[in-house]
């Protein structure tokens, strides 16, 4: 019998900033808790991403107790955060195509931010996760939100997807790019002992104590090219999954999560279940 297990856990505390390891996290409904709370936004009100500015792979944000941040980055010194008040003002930003209510964090984020980017930015924060932002209704049931991920609480990966992957690359014309490491699709749940791409006729699964839905693949974009310890950019594994795992205009690799009535914690060696 194959035996599957978790074998990562990661949490993004600024969306696209640099991952954070950890060996626990509670599930809360709209992700694990401290995922992809904050976010940047630009003078138009608009999220910030590794898309536009692959230096933010370069920047790092821990979680301090209470919810706030130290922030580090090349060339600056490190800054503290606050969780912004309780009562704080809120005002849309817009995040891809839709809109979502958050709160700002405050002047000297800003300009610290400002200064590293060199542009005007804002860092923002998700005060009010279980009901600022649904999730798309072709996926979701009544009620269900997320935090300012792309769109769903949980990305999954699975190791053996991506060893697949990597032979892929190595045999096609750029094998200098490969191997990639895990890091270039920012998962939050790496699971080891599936088949590749098994993943891809699951419905449910159960992580430890808490039950999931496996809402979608996840469709991969330009983030996937940067090089998360330098911020370089190649053409993997974009030209890869678009010759062997392209389904429409979209190249994918993973699979979008959401927790299934049930919230916990998950560990590192929880055992991973197939449910359907």
Known sequence: MISLTLSALNVHPVKSLRAVGVREAVVEPWGLAGDRRWMLVDADDTAVTQREHARLALVGALMLPGGGL??????????????PPAGAEAFGVRLFSGKVDVVAAGPSADAWFGAYLG????????????????????????????????????LLTSSSSLDALNALIAAGDRPGEGPLPMNRFRPNAVVDGAPAWAED?????????????????????????????????????????????????????????????????LRVGDPFTVLE
């Open 70 to 83: 130290r922030l580090s980055a090349p060339g600056l010194p490190d800054l503290e955060v606050a969780v």
């Open 201 to 265: 006729g699951w419905r449910r699964v159960r992580i430890g104590e808490v039950d999931f839905r496996v809402a979608k693949p996840c469709a991969r974009c330009v983030v996937t090219t940067t090089d998360q310890a330098t911020a370089a950019r190649g053409k993997e594994p974009l030209r890869t999954l678009g010759l062997h795992r392209r389904v429409g205009s979209r190249l994918l690799f993973g699979q979008n999560l959401v927790p299934e009535g049930s919230t916990g914690t």
């Open 119 to 154: 542009e005007p930015v804002r860092l923002v924060f998700l005060d009010e996760p279980a009901v600022r932002r649904p999730i798309d209704p072709a996926f979701a049931r009544p009620g269900e939100t997320v935090s300012l991920a792309d769109g769903y609480p949980l």
